[in-house]
């Protein structure tokens, strides 16, 4: 399915950002307005996923979404008419070309800033994240389950610890699965679990597996 300008312009957004960015800045910042329209049409297509953050949403490129876009690039972006589409395009060109004698990826080009050291630790809540999942895991890559781990890290708001798993998820050494038995598990499990993609995760592990 074609996309419209600014769905495309959007997705560009998320890519250069590389994480999780407000509905509000992508209009304060990028003067990108999603409508309704073009939100359900990039959520159906599992390009962006989108989910409430206080008053606003928050939307963020899914793995299909940074294939989209290596895609786009390499045919030939949606772009508006005039100097500013005419250079995007041409920009996007340059950048496949870029990866096709490099062998590099999109998401190689463009990640999101290191998280700065704050009173969580070194690197912030995900560092903490990564710190509670060492201790809990029996091996390198063994699962841990997401009630053992906000145990860990009760002193934290669930918000940030919600806010790392998300971002930690897109991290190519991290994985998160559901439980298999539903039947299984109890009623503190359910509210560990963090949504994904309409999908609730109970597990994680980091490493190699």
Not at 150 to 175: G, I, T
Not at 183 to 189: G, I, M, P, Q, V
Request: glycine content about 10%; aromatic content about 4%.
């Amino acid at each position: 399915m074609k996309l419209s300008a600014v769905e495309t312009a959007a997705m560009i957004v998320l890519m250069v950002e590389g994480d999780e960015v407000l509905n509000s800045d992508l209009v304060k910042q990028h003067g990108i307005k999603l409508t309704p329209r073009h939100r359900k049409n990039l959520n159906d297509l599992k390009l962006v996923e989108t989910r409430p953050h206080g008053r606003t949403m928050v939307h963020v490129l899914t793995d299909k979404g940074w294939a989209r876009l290596a895609d786009e690039f390499r045919e030939g972006v949606a772009a508006s008419p005039g100097a500013t589409g005419g250079a995007l395009r041409s920009l996007a060109f340059g950048v496949a070309r870029f990866m096709g004698r490099t062998d590099h990826r999109l998401g190689d080009l463009f990640q999101p800033e290191p998280p700065a050291e704050g009173p969580e630790g070194p690197g912030g809540v995900e560092g903490r994240v990564r710190g509670a999942y060492t201790e809990l895991a029996r091996e390198p890559g063994g699962w841990v389950s997401l009630t053992d781990l906000r145990r860990q890290l009760s002193e934290l708001p669930r918000d940030a610890v919600d806010d790392a798993l998300r971002s930690l998820n897109r991290q190519p050494d991290v994985v998160m699965v559901p439980e298999d038995n539903q039947k299984a598990l109890r009623a503190e499990d359910r509210e560990a679990a963090l949504v994904i993609s309409d999908q609730h995760k109970h597990y994680l592990a980091i490493g190699a597996r």
